[in-house]
């Protein structure tokens, strides 16, 4: 009679992500009003918040499991801490966990927490029990495994995750002169806000939004999980551009992630920003925008905008391809350059001003698709059943 069609509960999980949060509704309330918290408490909490999050989503996110930039030990060591302290397990399994979700992303049977079963479980549902996906597989982390200060973070990640969680509040607190208010505070309640905030990317930010880049997979862009996340909120650009450091790409989108990576490098901590071309990311709008034009003419075949939407369509693929025939000559050029870097015919002048053409060139290619790209929501904006995104 018995299957094990169900996998097996984890006790563990289920105390820290049902338990524990249970616990924080209670007892924050409670202390609040009976006790009452201090300004430095609140201070300290957010200031944990903010330490958590953002190693999780510069140190976990963007630097291990996409490699997005390089940074220093220092750097390195501190986000190996105080991502440790958000108790979201080692790097190792994170970084692994999250490389097969961006690999299989809303396959089933292969991505950890596939939003295709559903909120609750790529949410919190996911650690709760013994799902297959859950196996440990460090296959295709090999180039984490060799960093000194990883291994010794996934070691040690017990004692270090106590040591961030517990001790550390409780010397605040003894500090502060209030130990309970502040474990319940900085110990407790912080630790349940972060959880649930960093959840979200896995959950809402596959349902809720907008997908102005693919409609490839569930991710969306959604600038209020944004300023939930540390910036982690536009999630339909981050699938499709996992390498960049940036998930918020313009300078008015919330993204303190971003912000971050991009102070530590001016300051020699970080290097090597990965920045993904502006042409190709126009590109995949446009090509978004062609897909729902497309879809949506197909309801319509007597729409008078068909044979202009088709020009349109053409001329986007003759941009694209002088786009990659224009880098293919400048990669050419580079090859050329190096492999005559001794030879002293070539003269520094004449390669600056190749360059400067060609980034000239590839400016104009630039601007034409986004005038397109204006003439394409004007045009969109006329067609017939407007679909939801
Ligand atoms: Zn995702
Ligand atoms: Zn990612």
New binding site residues.
């Given amino acids: 009679m018995a299957t094990h069609a169900t996998p097996q509960i984890r006790p563990l999980m289920v105390g820290l992500f049902i338990g524990l949060p249970i616990a924080a509704l209670i007892l924050t309330p409670l202390w609040a009003w009976f006790k009452g918290f201090s300004g430095w408490q609140w201070l300290i909490a957010v200031g944990f918040l903010y330490l958590n999050g953002l190693s999780i989503t510069g140190g976990y996110h963007r630097l291990w499991a996409h490699k997005a930039y390089k940074a220093h030990w220092s750097v390195r060591l501190w986000f190996a801490l105080w991502g440790a302290g958000a108790l979201q397990n080692s790097v190792f399994v994170w970084a692994s966990d999250?490389r097969r979700?961006?690999r299989n992303?809303d396959d089933n049977e292969k991505d950890p927490?596939s939003?295709g079963r559903g909120l609750w479980f790529s949410h919190i549902g996911w650690m709760l029990r013994d799902y297959p996906t859950n196996a440990e597989d460090f296959s295709n982390i090999k180039d984490l495994l060799e960093d000194p200060i990883l291994a010794w973070q996934h070691k040690h990640y017990v004692a270090i995750t106590v040591t961030m969680n517990v001790f550390l509040p409780l010397a605040i607190g003894f500090a502060l002169g209030d130990v309970w208010g502040t474990l319940i505070l900085v110990g407790l309640a912080r630790l349940v806000v972060n959880h649930n905030v960093t959840f979200f990317?896995?959950s809402l930010?596959?349902c809720w939004g907008t997908r102005p880049y693919t409609e490839e997979?569930?991710?969306r862009d959604n600038g209020f999980l944004a300023f939930l996340t540390y910036g982690e909120g536009y999630?339909n650009y981050?699938?499709i551009f996992q390498t960049d450091y940036r998930n918020g790409i313009r300078w008015w989108q919330w993204d303190p992630t971003k912000w971050m990576i991009f102070s530590l490098n001016k300051i020699g901590l970080a290097r090597d920003l990965v920045r993904v071309d502006e042409f190709k990311i126009q590109r995949a709008v446009m090509d978004t925008t062609f897909k729902r034009m497309r879809a949506k003419l197909n309801t319509d075949e007597m729409c008078p905008l068909r044979a202009a939407v088709e020009r349109e369509y053409q001329a986007f693929l003759s941009c694209v391809k002088d786009w990659r025939e224009l880098q293919a000559e400048r990669y050419e050029k580079h090859r050329e350059a190096l492999g005559e870097a001794w030879n002293e015919r070539r003269t520094k002048l004449v390669e600056r001003w190749e360059q400067t053409q060609m980034r000239d060139q590839l400016k104009v290619l630039e601007q034409s698709l986004q005038k397109q790209q204006k003439r394409l929501q004007v045009m969109l904006e006329q067609l017939p059943s407007p679909q939801t995104v």
Avoid: E, K
Wanted: zero cysteines; proline letters at 0%; a neutral charge.
């Fill in positions: 999250h979700h961006h992303v927490y939003a990317i896995n930010a596959h997979n569930s991710a999630h981050h699938h």
